[in-house]
């Protein structure tokens, strides 16, 4: 049944590459950008968070998760997930176990994803923060260009559009400023 569904996306994403190509979107990464009102600190607590994780989801994906805070790289929690909410894939609920890959305090927070499919994936999504005038300057990121083979010949990257990074983006300006965790 999964294989039948990615051969559907894959023919359904055909003229992806082409349209994100001539909207300044590499074929291999997805960067947004949104300016929020808040201190770099502030917004740092909220992705160090797991839970901070679920609360900014855009995409509607993240259920619940499970670990302590992050503090360094390597640092792990996982994440309880539901594909449905995507409409692409039948893979119902399953759990994933974040990796911290980058960790710079209050500049920069990246990680990998384990779930339950192998060969692992290699996909990164990730955020900086820059301190500007009216708060902080937040760049959600989302690459690809390290999967695995065989992922990259399924064709189904990416998986999360330019749109629901910056959902995630407005979310987690609207959690901020409502004060995290609330």
Same mark, same amino acid.
């Given at each position: 049944m999964?294989?039948?569904?990615?051969?559907?996306? !894959?023919?359904?994403?055909?003229?992806?590459?082409?349209?994100?190509?001539h909207?300044?979107?590499?074929?291999?990464? +997805?960067?947004?950008?949104?300016?929020?009102?808040?201190d770099?600190?502030? $917004?740092?607590?909220?992705?160090?968070?797991p839970q901070?994780?679920?609360?900014?989801?855009?995409?509607?994906?993240?259920?619940?998760a499970?670990?302590?805070?992050?503090?360094?790289?390597?640092?792990?929690?996982?994440?309880?997930?539901? !594909?449905?909410?995507?409409?692409?894939?039948?893979?119902?609920?399953?759990?994933?176990t974040?990796?911290?890959?980058?960790?710079?305090p209050?500049?920069e927070?990246?990680w990998?994803?384990?779930?339950r499919? !192998?060969?692992?994936?290699?996909? +990164?999504?990730?955020?900086?923060?820059?301190?500007?005038?009216?708060?902080?300057?937040v760049?959600?990121?989302?690459?690809?260009?390290? $999967?695995h083979?065989?992922? !990259?010949?399924a064709? $189904?990257?990416?998986?999360?559009?330019?749109?629901?990074?910056?959902?995630?983006?407005? $979310?987690?300006?609207?959690?901020?400023?409502?004060?995290?965790?609330?």
């Amino acid at each position: 049944m999964l294989e039948q569904a990615v051969a559907s996306n !894959r023919r359904s994403r055909a003229v992806i590459p082409y349209l994100w190509h001539h909207h300044g979107v590499t074929t291999d990464r +997805i960067e947004v950008q949104r300016t929020v009102k808040s201190d770099p600190a502030a $917004i740092f607590a909220v992705l160090c968070d797991p839970q901070g994780h679920v609360a900014i989801d855009g995409s509607g994906m993240l259920m619940d998760a499970e670990g302590p805070v992050v503090t360094a790289a390597g640092d792990k929690f996982v994440v309880h997930m539901d !594909r449905e909410a995507l409409g692409d894939i039948p893979m119902g609920e399953y759990d994933v176990t974040v990796t911290i890959r980058d960790f710079v305090p209050e500049r920069e927070i990246s990680w990998t994803i384990l779930g339950r499919v !192998r060969p692992q994936i290699g996909h +990164i999504y990730g955020y900086r923060i820059e301190p500007v005038d009216d708060g902080s300057l937040v760049t959600s990121y989302y690459d690809w260009s390290e $999967i695995h083979p065989t992922w !990259r010949e399924a064709g $189904i990257f990416p998986v999360i559009s330019e749109a629901t990074l910056k959902s995630s983006l407005g $979310i987690l300006a609207r959690t901020v400023r409502r004060g995290y965790p609330h």
